[in-house]
């Protein structure tokens, strides 16, 4: 299959070629003629299951548009509306639906003749939703869509004064880059204090969602809602307690590699102790990395970034350029974060982020570009399910860009000593991201497990699971107060609980195609190619095989890799 970034909405085949979702009457015909097909013949079946893609792919586009037009802008109340609608009125409508043809799959004779190696993974979750389907999970499932998106609401509105100029929390972050060691602090200090006045109302949220996630998983049979959702999540390549050794593998084979990475920070910066505000500091004199000074800067540098590594990935960038598929700017109103969001009719992605200049917005752009590449490899797919690949796999695509990149990043900085600057900062970000990721899995483990918890258990678990993997190197006296609801600060807790140890078991994989990358460039391109563009017609760990990479958390492997990682931030830039 010829990789082409060439994207053209597919001609349609079952539904009008005009057909958009407005409400539910316009819609269910369409499922309707679905569930009352006579699917006699493996063609039959073939053909049914063709038609029931484009419709699933039509849905879940205008579900995506619905939430990308809501996160640019959180003030707009008829976006917000417009998604709630979707949310309320058209999704707990389809569910019953497509349980009845995900039954109507499963039972149908011809469903044996179909090509078993490329179906597995297809029918395995099919399956799966099956046995998980319940009704009374239904209004569940929709008022949890639109509770976590207050998440976004609350935070998109928290701004802070500088200078006597108001900034988002995102804008203000660059202050804690500025050489000016008691301006840190201060924007630092700001920050925290902004964050505590929605401190309760994020509680409040919290425990909302808590609540429906805790009877979802009742419904289901299940007596904890974390190992319902390992179930939802298709985690069928490994469990709980491997996530347990991958926590227990970064508090002894990472946490000590951080340590020395602040200690060297501190005496870089000629500190008696290194305080939060100075973790992204340059020492007096050197002035912060600068890759770019606007949102249209940053994507036209990362074309050509990507267009050096393969002009496959720089097409890929340049087709959603043309298709206005880029909102990078921070500003109020927006909410936070970044992602890249899958169009699964039309191809070519959407990426959001709050892009304020820093050298992080560049790491996030590059990431978000990889997951981009990841969408246009796998539209080809004939079915959209063939297209809904694991996390574990889709974040290796991300994190793996990161690295590949590095070798481009000349294109963001003309100076050689701020181009050995930023391959630190990556570098050190490779390693120090680990005992965050380990942090947040492990906090939302006992979350689960406890769910009639107090508030202030909740914070004092937190508490002494954010100890148990904090940096030594690092003084945090004095700031308790702000340390209490760190996790407040992660809109994976709110949005989409339990993904987030995907992003340790990815980085784990994207090292491991970066030390590949060191020994032969264009193999490991091939292998990043070959094992995105198959999407979700493999296992986890046969997608990893085909990206000649061991799927594999343990302490062994884990300290091997860092290993590797500390070898070359010693040897510098090649």
């Known amino acids: 299959m010829m990789n082409t970034a060439e994207l053209q909405r597919p001609e349609r085949h079952f539904l009008p070629e005009n057909f958009t979702i407005t409400n539910w009457e316009a819609l269910e015909p369409w499922f309707i003629n679905l569930e009352q097909r006579n699917l006699g013949s493996r063609e039959a079946l073939e053909h049914w299951l063709r038609d029931m893609s484009e419709l699933e792919s039509v849905i879940s586009e205008d579900a995506c548009w619905r939430q990308i037009r809501m996160t640019c802008d959180t003030e707009n109340k008829a976006l917000e509306e417009a998604f709630t609608y979707f949310c309320m009125e058209i999704q707990p409508r389809m569910q019953p639906y497509a349980d009845r043809l995900n039954r109507m799959l499963i039972d149908c004779p011809y469903t044996r003749d179909l090509d078993q190696k490329r179906y597995f993974t297809y029918l395995r979750a099919v399956k799966k939703k099956i046995e998980l389907f319940r009704e009374a999970n239904i209004p569940l499932q929709a008022e949890l869509s639109v509770l976590a998106q207050q998440y976004g609401v609350i935070c998109g509105k928290m701004t802070v004064r500088v200078n006597d100029r108001e900034y988002t929390l995102q804008q203000a972050s660059k202050f804690l880059e500025s050489p000016d060691r008691a301006l840190r602090e201060e924007v630092y200090t700001k920050i ?70 602040n200690e060297n920070k501190r005496k870089k910066l000629g500190l008696d102790t290194l305080r939060p505000w100075d973790a992204e500091a340059e020492p007096a004199g050197v002035e912060p990395l600068r890759p770019f000074s606007s949102g249209e800067e940053l994507v036209t540098k990362t074309i050509a970034c990507f267009d050096r590594l393969n002009p496959f990935f720089g097409d890929c960038l340049r087709t959603m350029k043309a298709m206005g598929r880029f909102d990078l700017d921070s500003r109020k109103g927006k909410a936070p974060g970044g992602y890249n969001c899958p169009l699964a009719e039309t191809g070519a992605p959407f990426i959001f982020m709050n892009a304020s200049g820093q050298m992080g917005d560049l790491t996030t752009m590059v990431h978000e570009g990889g997951h981009a590449i990841h969408s246009f490899l796998t539209h080809p797919l004939e079915l959209n399910a063939f297209k809904e690949y694991p996390m574990e796999i889709a974040e290796v695509a991300s994190m793996t860009m990161e690295l590949f990149s590095m ?109 590949q990358y060191k020994e032969n460039k264009e193999k490991a391109l091939s292998n990043y190619t070959a094992a995105l563009s198959l999407g979700g017609t493999r296992t986890l760990p046969e997608l990893y095989d085909a990206a000649r990479l061991k799927f594999n958390f343990s302490k062994e492997h884990i300290k091997n890799l860092m290993e590797f990682v500390r070898a070359e931030m010693e040897k510098g830039p090649s």
């Not at 990556?426 to 380990?438: D, G, N, T, Y």
């Not at 992660?490 to 990815?506: C, K, R, S, W």
Request: charged share 30%.
């Open 192 to 261: 925290q204090e902004r964050r505590i006045q929605d401190k309760d109302a994020l509680n409040d949220l919290y425990s909302q969602l808590l609540a429906k996630r805790h009877q979802m998983a009742l419904n289901a049979g299940f007596s904890n809602y974390r190992d319902y959702k390992f179930e939802e999540l298709g985690r069928f390549d490994y469990t709980k307690e491997d996530c347990y050794r991958f926590h227990e593998a970064v508090r002894e084979s990472v946490l000590p590699l951080v340590n020395t990475i």
């Open 407 to 515: 070798d481009h990043w000349d294109l963001f900085f003309s100076d050689k000593n701020d181009l050995a600057r930023a391959r630190e900062h990556q570098l050190e970000r490779v390693i120090s991201i680990f005992p965050w990721i380990a942090t947040i899995d492990k906090f939302q483990h006992w979350i689960y497990e406890n769910p009639s918890h107090s508030l202030q258990d909740r914070e004092d678990h937190w508490m002494e699971i954010l100890q148990e993997f904090s940096s030594s190197a690092m003084d945090w006296s004095g700031l308790e107060k702000f340390r209490t609801f760190g996790w407040q600060r992660q809109l994976h807790l709110f949005e989409v609980p339990f993904y987030y140890i995907e992003y340790g078991i990815a980085q784990l994989g994207a090292i491991g195609l970066w030390k």
